[in-house]
């Protein structure tokens, strides 16, 4: 069966320091992986996408970035954070761009 | 623009007392309507997926249906263990498979 796993599962850091989240998926073969975040009063918010090694489609211009050195594994990264970068970091993946599957989450916060 | 509105924001109910979860959509071709579940502090977990207007599909005290413009999650005799934030998404023709999330409707299940 498909396990879907991120960590940490919660960071604190300062403003200005850098960031990097990680995801991996096991159990399934060259799947689309997304990163979403959930902020307080709003609804998942839909970040990078990548459909296969090296491939990555920005949603919404932002400090963040994305990579995708392996088939299973998908990282956000920032070089300075922003206040404005606090919330919940979800994982997810995929087959074919059906189905979607989260993960445990990350959450973030940034002082 | 492709959008979520789900309603209402907050439902409380006792125990044992039926009721309904809406979520209005816009989308410029549906590919998929997809009802998770969300616990405080972890990842959504799925739910269900509806293709095609007509279409409903059942899980436990959970019943979905799907129209061309919404799609109802009707809970039957709830429990309080149901108690959580569901969240409905549309996917659109088209998309590597990118998720348009509702704010969510967060039920409360008194004993």
């Known amino acids: 069966s498909q396990t879907i796993h991120q960590w940490p599962a919660t960071l604190v850091q300062p403003v200005g320091s850098p960031l990097s989240l990680e995801c991996t998926v096991e159990g399934t073969s060259n799947p689309n992986l997304y990163w979403y975040r959930q902020a307080a009063g709003r609804g998942l918010q839909l970040l990078f996408y990548s459909v296969g090694i090296g491939q990555i489609s920005s949603e919404v211009p932002q400090n963040l970035s994305a990579s995708r050195p392996q088939d299973r594994q998908f990282i956000l990264s920032s070089k300075k954070l922003l206040l404005s970068d606090s919330g919940f970091y979800l994982c997810a993946w995929s087959v074919l761009g059906n189905t979607q599957y989260f993960g445990p989450g990350t959450r973030l916060t940034v002082l | 623009e492709d959008q979520v509105t789900q309603s209402p924001e907050a439902l409380r109910l006792q125990e044992g007392e039926s009721s309904s979860l809406n979520c209005s959509y816009t989308?410029?071709?549906?590919?998929?309507l997809f009802w998770y579940r969300q616990d405080p502090g972890k990842g959504p977990e799925f739910l269900f997926t509806?293709?095609?207007a007509g279409e409903e599909k059942e899980k436990e005290r959970l019943k979905a249906t799907l129209t061309k413009k919404e799609s109802f999650l009707h809970i039957t005799a709830p429990k309080p263990e149901d108690s959580a934030t569901y969240l409905c998404a549309v996917q659109a023709r088209g998309s590597q498979g990118n998720l348009i999330f509702g704010k969510g409707t967060k039920l409360s299940v008194k004993p």
């Open positions: 989308v410029s071709g549906l590919r998929g």
């Open positions: 509806l293709y095609s």
